[in-house]
C-alpha cells in the first residue's frame, strides 16, 4: 500500500522553479520528520532537505538557499520549493516518512517524482 505520493515533477530549463509536493495517506494519528531525497541512476540516494514535526529545517550543503522544504499538517503535505535548479540536478526525487508513533518507527519511501533539468 503506497502512503506517500510525489508529484509536481517535470521538465524545467536550468535556472528554472518546480515545486514538488508529497500527500501522506497514511491514518496513524502521528506526525513524523519529513524528507526529501534525490537519486540518479547509478548512485546512492542523496539526502536533500528535512522538515521536522517542530518545523525547524536541515538542508544539504548543495541546496541550502535554493530549495526550500514545508510543511502542511492538516494536508499531510510537504513541499519542495526548488529554485535555479541546475543542470546536474535531474534525478528522481523521493519523499520520505520516519518517525515513532507510540511502539512504532516509521521510514517509508514514496515512489518518486522524476525532474529533468535541460541546459
Known amino acids: 500500500q503506497v502512503q506517500l505520493v510525489e508529484s509536481g515533477g517535470g521538465s524545467v530549463q536550468a535556472g528554472g522553479s518546480l515545486k514538488l509536493t508529497c500527500t501522506d495517506s497514511a491514518e496513524t494519528g502521528c506526525k513524523y520528520d519529513m524528507n526529501w531525497y534525490r537519486q540518479v541512476p547509478g548512485k546512492e540516494r542523496e539526502f536533500l532537505s528535512l522538515?521536522?514535526?517542530?518545523?525547524?529545517?536541515t538542508y544539504a550543503r548543495s541546496v541550502k538557499g535554493r530549495f526550500t522544504i514545508s510543511r502542511n499538517n492538516a494536508r499531510k503535505t510537504v513541499y519542495l520549493q526548488m529554485n535555479s535548479l541546475k543542470p546536474e540536478e535531474p534525478a528522481v526525487y523521493y519523499c520520505k516518512a520516519t518517525g515513532w508513533c507510540g511502539s512504532l518507527y516509521r521510514a517509508n519511501w514514496g515512489q518518486g517524482t522524476q525532474v529533468t533539468v535541460s541546459s
Open positions: 522538515v521536522r514535526v517542530d518545523g525547524t529545517t
